[in-house]
């Protein structure tokens, strides 16, 4: 079967595959000369079972993510679900604003149950028949700690900062709706201030 590459990423290539005559994405984790075999392969083993597990835990939180066809840990692949749809990231402005608030939300949900998804972009969520569908849990991890989901949520304000400049303060405000309507204002006001703190050391960084 020949495979049409759609994206290089650090950790994972996606290329265009099938199973049971429909479209799929095939993701596979590349080997890093730079690593020990031995250590490289455990690393890519661990992170493609986690990172399937997660997307499939999730839905049990009433989010869409695609679903998981096959793993194969012989090259450390995952074979999941083709989402014809778009990418939020070509959104014209106005939905793209609308938006952010449900993916506000979504976050909100993942933080309230544990999950730090760890490339929040706006290229990592698509838009399929109205519904929006969170992909990419190559960097997820499980975590309950505010300031792992400070660290999401300033990620997400620094991708609408520099690929949605113009709309970014529209969209960041209905995100963070979004985000205090699923964690409830006591944790929201606990990591947007965290989120803060992170900004002021990275002006004074820069500063010196």
Request: charged letters at 25%.
């Amino acid at each position: 079967m020949v495979l049409k590459l759609l994206k290089k990423g650090a950790e994972g290539d996606l290329y265009l595959s099938n199973w049971d005559n429909r479209k799929a994405i095939l993701k596979i984790r590349k080997k890093k000369n730079y690593r020990n075999s031995q250590l490289d392969d455990k690393i890519r083993k661990q992170r493609t079972i986690r990172e399937s597990q997660i997307i499939s835990e999730v839905k049990s939180f009433g989010i869409c993510t695609p679903l998981i066809y096959q793993l194969n840990m012989k090259n450390y692949s995952i074979l999941m679900q083709y989402l014809d749809g778009t990418l939020v990231h070509e959104l014209p402005d106005l939905k793209l604003i609308k938006y952010c608030k449900e993916i506000g939300r979504i976050v909100g949900t993942l933080h309230k149950n544990g999950i730090m998804h760890g490339d929040l972009t706006t290229s990592n969520f698509i838009l399929v028949n109205e519904k929006i569908f969170v992909i990419d849990f190559g960097l997820a991890n499980k975590t309950k700690k505010p300031e792992d989901h400070a660290v999401d949520l300033r990620l997400f304000k620094e991708i609408l900062n520099s690929a949605h400049a113009g709309i970014m303060k529209k969209a960041w405000t209905n995100f963070l709706l979004g985000y205090k309507k699923s964690v409830g204002t006591t944790y929201f006001n606990k990591v947007t201030h965290l989120v803060s703190v992170i900004e002021s050391r990275g002006r004074y960084a820069n500063v010196v």
